[in-house]
């Protein structure tokens, strides 16, 4: 099993930036993730995907409503994901997730992700 805690969310102004981090742990063996990501959830609104990376190659993917504003990265010294949030605009408020998926749980980057975190809020407002 994995565990996964987000941290960096909180309060922004319009054109602001964030930057949100996620580190796994579990277990007494290798985590071996396959790929990391980030999801996000608005009041009213089916979850979304936000930005995802391919552990093996940091590969990276990205929804369309982020592109160009968000970046995905991974730290190596242990396994953290971040997401770095720029120009960010009211529509961005959401909780945002982090997931996780490990080797063997399937091929897909961006999809059924076995372990999420608990979400951290993300405002966006004057």
């Known amino acids: 099993q994995v565990h996964l805690e987000e941290s960096g969310g909180g309060l922004v102004q319009p054109g602001g930036s964030l930057r949100l981090s996620c580190t796994a742990s579990?277990?007494?063996?290798?985590?071996?993730?396959?790929?990391m990501g980030w999801f996000r959830q608005a009041p009213g609104k089916e979850r979304e995907f936000v930005a995802a990376?391919?552990?093996?190659?940091?590969?990276?993917y990205y929804g369309d409503s982020v592109k160009g504003r968000f970046a995905v990265s991974r730290d190596n010294t242990k396994t953290t994901v971040h997401l770095q949030m720029n120009s960010l605009k009211p529509v961005d408020t959401a909780v945002y997730y982090c997931a996780a998926k490990s080797v063997g749980q399937g091929y897909s980057v961006t999809t059924s992700f076995p372990y999420w975190g608990q979400g951290t809020q993300v405002t966006v407002s004057e």
């Open positions: 990376i391919r552990w093996n190659d940091d590969s990276k």
């Open positions: 579990g277990g007494t063996g290798t985590l071996n993730i396959y790929s």
